[in-house]
């Protein structure tokens, strides 16, 4: 099946504080996302990204190299 995954990653600083909930999770979201060992580790799993506008996805999948 197809999973939809939905984050909010980004640097949280005191403007976003005062504009946004989400800033809890965002820098770990964005540690997690740009970790190099994440796509052989979600291979390992068999779990496949697929984007069609996403830079940060082709990035992590191989798309476009």
């Known amino acids: ?7 909010h ?3 949280v600083d005191d403007a ?3 504009r946004s909930a ?3 999770t965002r820098e770990r ?3 997690t996302l740009c970790d190099p060992r994440l796509p052989e580790r979600l291979a390992s799993r ?3 990204l ?3 506008s996403l830079p940060l996805a082709g ?7």
Not at 59 to 65: E, P, Q, S, W, Y
């Open 59 to 65: 990035a992590l999948t191989g798309i476009g190299r």
């Open 1 to 7: 099946g197809t999973v939809e995954l939905m984050c």
């Open 46 to 48: 068999g779990i496949v």
């Open 50 to 52: 697929e984007s069609r």
């Open 29 to 31: 979201e964005l540690a």
């Open 16 to 18: 976003l504080r005062q």
């Open 9 to 11: 990653p980004g640097y």
């Open 22 to 24: 989400l800033v809890e």
